[in-house]
């Protein structure tokens, strides 16, 4: 069973000058019930599906499961999705010990948004928090992109 172990941060400064490399994202919800999301994404030029499964109780770990697919059905799958859609830019930050932050950057109901996650090998990997980086909301519902969708930002 494939697990992500990720935590999650705002951001709360400039990360810009350090990024790497940047892609635009749009992605849209065929389920987002609490114990399985199921996600199409148009990362650039290609197309993605994803299932996730519920949080441990730190918030941190969950079953994930993402296959690329053809951009074409992307498209397709983008039609039947739940009302809302997620549009944002992705930076990626290196973190040292072949760590990388992923720092979204919200747009349309979500402008305004910055959030930062980081994977991680396991839940007690040590990494360093570089000054841009705000309050820690790993496990918080709210700031998933899944919840993002039914209850935006600007409605907060």
Known sequence: ?????????????????VATNSTKIVQGFISTVPERTVRVRIKGDKGYLTIKGIGNKSGASRYEWEKEIPINEANELMAICEPGVIDKTRFLVPAGNNLVFEVDEFYGDNEGLTVAEIELPSEDTVFEKPSWLGEEVTGQVKYYNSMLMKTPFKNW
Do not use: T
């Open 1 to 17: 069973m494939a697990q992500e172990i990720e935590r999650k941060f705002l951001v709360k400064g400039d990360y810009k000058n």
